[in-house]
């Protein structure tokens, strides 16, 4: 199998891993999506309808890797081979990300508004969006502007799942927080205080909030972070595009980024 595309840290970590001749491991299987531990970090192999990250590799389909956790899987020169198939990714497309750690850049008004807007109309009922304003997700974001270090606390591994709704908003939050804020105190508590708390969540959130915290994104929460700096008619697509990532994720990412935006102003 040949693969679309190779992430920047993905294959920077595969040749690292060349030279220890220590063996990947896969940790878990789904439909669109395999997640391997490579050199002590979480890669994973997606479907391109998954979209791209530095961290990712992207193929036609994964059920037919015939993959079951647990198995290992060797580190080659341009290719990664599992028991039952090797993924070449030698001349594949390098994918680096398109928002670099030198970004910076003003909030537009009018995409924020429109990230808003998105939310109110399609954030699912679960989402941290749609809950009681009395729920405890929605007071721990209320903490965040005057108190970010325990809000941190509060929401990380807040919530069920592989990415719990409180690591989602954290990284939304971060990642508007990254490249929009002025305010390099305020920035450097919140981003000490993840980095202290990423022991307290699920091992794939933990891996999400330390790549935000190294300026590494999916591609939809990329599109999302440019399409705020620009007139609100980008806004609207990246929009739904980021929704589309898991059952709440999404929307919780988006919610994460309007809350950091109201933080900041523009």
């Not at 807007?117 to 729920?135: F, M, N």
């Not at 959130?205 to 999302?224: G, M, P, T, V, W």
């Not at 929009?239 to 950091?260: E, H, K, P, Q, V």
Request: charge should be neutral; charged fraction near 20%; aromatic fraction near 8%.
């Amino acid at each position: 199998m040949t693969a679309l595309s190779v992430g920047k840290r993905f294959r920077d970590t595969c040749v690292a891993g060349q030279k220890t001749g220590v063996a990947a491991k896969v940790l878990s299987v789904y439909n669109n999506s395999v997640n391997i531990l490579m050199q002590g970090e979480i890669f994973s192999v997606v479907t391109v309808q998954a979209g791209r990250s530095p961290s990712g590799l992207t193929v036609d389909n994964v059920s037919c890797l015939g993959l079951t956790p647990g198995e290992t899987c060797s580190l080659l020169p341009g290719r990664i081979s599992f028991p039952r198939a090797v993924i070449d990714y030698s001349g594949s497309v390098l994918w680096q990300g398109r928002i670099s750690e030198k970004f910076r850049s003003t909030l537009s008004y009018e995409s924020v508004m429109a990230l808003k807007s998105a939310l109110d109309r399609k954030a699912p009922p679960c989402s941290i969006w749609s809950v009681g304003p009395e729920t405890r997700p929605v007071r721990e974001v209320r903490r965040l502007g005057d108190d970010p270090y325990n809000a941190v606390r509060g929401l990380t591994g807040l919530g069920p799942g592989l990415t719990p709704s409180g690591d989602d908003v954290l990284l939304g939050f971060l990642s508007v927080l990254n490249h929009f804020s002025n305010d390099e105190g305020y920035k450097n508590r919140f981003r000490a205080a993840v980095s202290e708390t990423t022991d307290f969540t699920t091992t794939i959130s933990a891996q999400l909030l330390k790549n935000a915290l190294r300026f590494e994104y999916h591609e939809y929460i990329e599109d999302a972070i440019s399409a705020l700096s620009q007139s609100h008619e980008g806004l609207v697509p990246a929009a739904g595009r980021l929704f589309g990532l898991g059952a709440t994720s999404g929307a919780d990412i988006a919610a994460g980024m309007y809350f950091a935006a109201e933080i900041i102003k523009w």
